[in-house]
């Protein structure tokens, strides 16, 4: 069985960090790009960061230089958040994605809230 699970959030005040860390099992992922996006109430699931196979690494704007993703050799996947902001409170999620022969296979963590507030 296939499972990303998240863990690492929480309340957080303005400036402060929180790592985030999602577990990965049930597959060999070496292969898929991991990452984590994340979903603001009433808006959008939007791309965080992502970290493919080689390490390479990919923010969005609006978290570039204050957030660093990585990932062990066991696939799992970090994201170090420094410096927040109450506009980065959402709903975390991992995610997995590769494109094989077969197909894309494309999986989602159940999510974790972050909260930044004073």
């Known amino acids: 069985q296939v499972q990303l699970v998240e863990s690492g959030g929480g309340l957080v005040q303005p400036g402060g960090s929180l790592r985030l860390s999602c577990a990965a099992s049930?597959?060999?992922?070496?292969?898929?790009?991991m990452g984590w996006f994340r979903q603001a109430p009433g808006k959008q699931r939007a791309l965080v960061a992502t970290?493919?196979?080689?390490?390479?690494a990919n923010y969005a704007d609006s978290v570039r230089g204050r957030f660093t993703i990585s990932r062990d050799k066991a696939n799992n996947v970090y994201l170090q958040m420094d410096s927040l902001k109450p506009e980065d409170t959402a709903v975390y999620y991992c995610?997995?994605?590769?494109?094989?022969?077969?197909?894309?296979?494309?999986?989602w963590g159940q999510g974790t809230q972050v909260t930044v507030s004073s």
């Open positions: 995610n997995a994605n590769a494109v094989m022969s077969l197909g894309r296979y494309v999986y």
């Open positions: 049930g597959r060999d992922f070496s292969d898929y790009t």
């Open positions: 970290a493919t196979r080689n390490g390479l």
